[in-house]
């Protein structure tokens, strides 16, 4: 069984449309993340929830908005895409929210997203 | 000065051979450590975990920690070709609640 899921695997879209990627963990985590890995490789946080309440909240533009629905959730809504916005994005959930010092980050698979 | 800086590589080496892979990061206050290693195209994993100065050792791998010089590395022993793969150093910053910082990754190439 897949421990954490994402839909769509690849998005390919037009500047100023609206997307939405959706995650899934079947972990029992309480936390899940999303993040954003450019073409070099940067790996950086976007969002965090822990219970379905929002914990940490990097300087994303606002056309960025996550929402979970349940603890098991977290979808990411993006509005008006831009070229910028292509890249990688990845899910992750972890068994707390780092407060303590071990929080291993379990990955999802990942959806890049190609705006055209 | 970021965060968290690697070699962005490709580190070469042959097989059998010993890769070291280093990681330098910016917050005195981190407290733990991690080595996520990502096949192409694939999502990153957790290889190791190290939160105490020293070594840690897990069976090929061995995860070595300096706080003092704030810099934290990674030996692959017997190297295999199956290792190729980018190799991200990722910090734990608390801000808060604690969020991983992760580096730009540094290119493993494993020759036969």
């Known amino acids: 069984d897949t421990a954490v899921s994402q839909t769509p695997k690849y998005l390919v879209t037009q500047m100023g449309n609206d997307k939405s990627i959706k995650c899934e963990q079947n972990?029992?985590?309480?936390?899940m993340y999303w993040y954003k890995q450019d073409s070099k490789k940067f790996l950086k946080i976007m969002f965090s929830y822990n219970n379905k309440e929002l914990i940490i909240n990097e300087t994303v533009p606002n056309r960025f908005s996550p929402k979970s629905p349940d603890k098991a959730h977290l979808n990411l809504h993006i509005n008006s895409l831009e070229l910028g916005d292509s890249a990688v994005y990845f899910c992750?959930?972890?068994?707390?929210?780092?407060?303590?010092?071990?929080?291993?980050?379990?990955f999802g698979p990942g959806t890049r997203l190609t705006v055209l | 000065q970021k965060e968290v800086e690697q070699n962005s590589g490709p580190l070469s080496v042959p097989e059998g051979a010993i890769a070291s892979l280093n990681c330098t990061y910016s917050d005195r206050g981190s407290q733990s450590f991690f080595w996520y290693r990502q096949y192409s195209g694939k999502s990153p994993e957790l290889i190791m975990f190290i939160y105490s100065n020293g070594d840690k050792e897990d069976g090929r791998f061995t995860a070595q920690l300096n706080k003092a010089s704030q810099y934290v590395s990674l030996l692959i022993r017997d190297s295999q070709p199956s290792d190729s793969a980018t190799y991200l150093c990722?910090?734990?910053?608390?801000?808060?609640?604690?969020?991983?910082?992760f580096g730009t990754g540094t290119r493993l190439l494993v020759s036969p």
């Open positions: 990722a910090v734990m910053v608390n801000t808060g609640f604690q969020k991983l910082v």
């Open positions: 992750a959930s972890s068994q707390d929210g780092g407060r303590t010092f071990y929080n291993e980050q379990f």
């Open positions: 972990l029992g985590h309480d936390t």
